[in-house]
T-cell receptor
Framework: NAGVTQTPKFQVLKTGQSMTLQCAQD?????MYWYRQDPGMGLRLIYY???????DKGEVPNGYNVSRLNKREFSLRLESAAPSQTSVYFC????????????FGPGTRLTVT | QKEVEQDPGPLSVPEGAIVSLNCTYS??????FMWYRQYSRKGPELLMY????GNKEDGRFTAQVDKSSKYISLFIRDSQPSDSATYLC???????????FGDGTTLTVKP
C-alpha cells in the first residue's frame, strides 16, 4: 500500500496564478483532510471531507477550494495564489469510527512569489 | 486563546536523558489524545493514542492524560538521537471528525 500520496512535491507560483494540489489514499478511508503548516504554527485545517460527497470548511479556508472527486481522491485548489499562501500543505485521511488516527502524506512545499 | 497549547521548545537534551513534552487544552469535550512525531521534511505519523484519562506505555514512550487538569504529557526514556523530531499533540472528541493540533515542540537529542 502506498498510503497517502500527494503531488506535486514542490511548486513555485507567481502571485495570481492558480494550481491544484492532488491527494489520493489507498486505505479505503472515509474522511480526508487538507492542512497547511507554517513555522511555529503547527497544523491548521483548511478543509475536510467526512465522507465522499461532503466537504466542510476548517480553520483557514479563505483563498482555497476543494473537491472530493471520489472516495480515494481529495484535491485542493488555489484560484489566485498570494504570498501568504506560501506554506507546506499536508493531506491526511482517517478511517470511519472512533479512532481519530490520521495518516498523512509527505507534503507539498509551495512558494508564491 | 487557542484550544490546545503546547510547550513551544525547542528542547535540546543529551542522549539518555528523560524528556517530558506537554500540552494543555480548554475543550472539555476532548476524549481522544494523540501524539504525532514529525521528522524534518516529512509528514506527521502517529506515535501514541490514548482514550480518556490514564497512562499508556509503549517501549520507551509513555503518554499521560489528566482530564481533571486538562493536561497531557509524553515522556521519552533513554532518549536517542533518532528521537530528534518535532512532536505534535492532537486532541479530538465531541462528535466532530476533526483533531485539533498543538503547534509542536522540536526536540534535539545530542549524542
Amino acid at each position: 500500500n502506498a498510503g497517502v500520496t500527494q503531488t506535486p512535491k514542490f511548486q513555485v507560483l507567481k502571485t495570481g496564478q492558480s494550481m491544484t494540489l492532488q491527494c489520493a489514499q489507498d486505505m479505503n478511508h472515509n474522511s480526508m483532510y487538507w492542512y497547511r503548516q507554517d513555522p511555529g504554527m503547527g497544523l491548521r485545517l483548511i478543509y475536510y471531507s467526512a465522507s465522499e460527497g461532503t466537504t466542510d470548511k476548517g480553520e483557514v479556508p479563505n483563498g482555497y477550494n476543494v473537491s472530493r472527486l471520489n472516495k480515494r481522491e481529495f484535491s485542493l485548489r488555489l484560484e489566485s495564489a498570494a504570498p501568504s499562501q506560501t506554506s507546506v500543505y499536508f493531506c491526511a485521511s482517517r478511517d470511519r469510527g472512533q479512532s481519530y488516527e490520521q495518516y498523512f502524506g509527505p507534503g507539498t512545499r509551495l512558494t508564491v512569489t | 486563546q487557542k484550544e490546545v497549547e503546547q510547550d513551544p521548545g525547542p528542547l535540546s537534551v543529551p542522549e539518555g536523558a528523560i524528556v517530558s513534552l506537554n500540552c494543555t487544552y480548554s475543550n472539555s469535550a476532548f476524549q481522544y489524545f494523540m501524539w504525532y512525531r514529525q521528522y524534518s521534511r516529512k509528514g506527521p505519523e502517529l506515535l501514541m493514542y490514548t482514550y480518556s484519562s490514564g497512562n499508556k506505555e509503549d517501549g520507551r514512550f509513555t503518554a499521560q492524560v489528566d482530564k481533571s487538569s486538562k493536561y497531557i504529557s509524553l515522556f521519552i526514556r533513554d532518549s536517542q538521537p533518532s528521537d530528534s523530531a518535532t512532536y505534535l499533540c492532537a486532541m479530538a472528541g465531541g462528535g466532530a471528525g476533526k483533531s485539533t493540533f498543538g503547534d509542536g515542540t522540536t526536540l534535539t537529542v545530542k549524542p
